[in-house]
Nanobody, 124 residues
């Protein structure tokens, strides 16, 4: 059974930083994306960033480019999202997800497995 467990969310002041972790287990796919998504109250879920298992290629939403960095530690089967220069508009529940066919990039509808989410709140 595929499991994705997020951690690292919390409350931070604007301009601060957080690092989210996504621990992945229970699968044997070799060619996939792990993505980070977020959903604010009353808004649709949006793609933030993703990383390819094959070559480590990364993709970012325009809203986070230059502030967020996605990385992976394959020895720990963990994907990280380093978030710097946080803004109040970054406030949302952040989810990690797995796209087992590596087609989705930042499109949430293409992802097959989801974690439970972690709350990030940025105060002004």
């Amino acid at each position: 059974e595929v499991q994705l467990v997020e951690s690292g969310g919390g409350l931070v002041q604007a301009g601060g930083s957080l690092r989210l972790s996504c621990a992945a287990s229970g699968f044997t796919f070799d060619d996939y994306y792990i993505g980070w998504f977020r959903q604010a109250p009353g808004k649709e879920r949006e793609g933030v960033s993703c990383i390819s298992s094959i070559d480590g290629s990364t993709y970012y939403a325009d809203s986070v480019k230059g502030r967020f960095t996605i990385s992976s530690d394959n020895t720990k089967n963990t994907v990280y999202l380093q978030m710097n220069s946080l803004k109040p508009e970054d406030t949302a529940v952040y989810y990690c997800a797995l796209d087992q066919y590596r087609v989705g990039k930042l499109r949430p509808e293409e992802y097959d497995y989801w974690g439970q989410g972690t709350q990030v709140t940025v105060s002004s």
